[in-house]
């Protein structure tokens, strides 16, 4: 079970990007994906989730990033991705994408612990 995730950059405030979280060794669509960021001197938190079982597809955003940014999973590519619009300097961080082991009910996919496998950080930072 590998990820990498890439796409981070610096830019500037109300800016875009597009993280992209590529999975080798098992189906995305069989696992909740979850993204999560840390910041220097803070602990790691959990930016988004997206978990589908059978027809099912469950979503999970932070409150300080909904309405900015959009989790999407392509099966073709098996990849999930995070869209990020409306950049603010607060969401400077590290990103990480995790596989969840499992698919996620609602009320998961918030938490480190939750998340068995680890992809390495892409870095994004928003500044003027």
């Known amino acids: 079970v590998q990820l990498q995730a890439s796409g981070g950059g610096l830019v500037q405030p109300g800016s875009s990007l597009r993280l992209s979280c590529v999975a080798s060794g098992f189906s995305t669509g069989h696992y909740a994906i979850g993204w999560f960021r840390q910041a220097p001197g803070k602990e790691r938190e959990g930016v988004s989730c997206?978990?589908?079982?059978?027809?099912?597809?469950?979503?999970f955003y932070t409150d300080s990033v909904k309405g900015r940014f959009t989790t999407s999973r392509d099966s073709a590519k098996n990849t999930v991705s995070l869209q990020m619009n409306s950049l603010k300097p607060e969401d400077t961080a590290v990103y990480y994408c995790?596989?969840?082991?499992?698919?996620?009910?609602?009320?998961?996919?918030?938490?480190?612990?939750?998340?068995?496998?680890w992809g390495q950080g892409t870095l994004v930072t928003v500044s003027s």
């Open positions: 995790a596989n969840g082991g499992r698919p996620f009910d609602s009320g998961l996919g918030s938490r480190p612990g939750e998340y068995d496998y």
């Open positions: 997206i978990s589908q079982e059978n027809d099912d597809v469950f979503t």
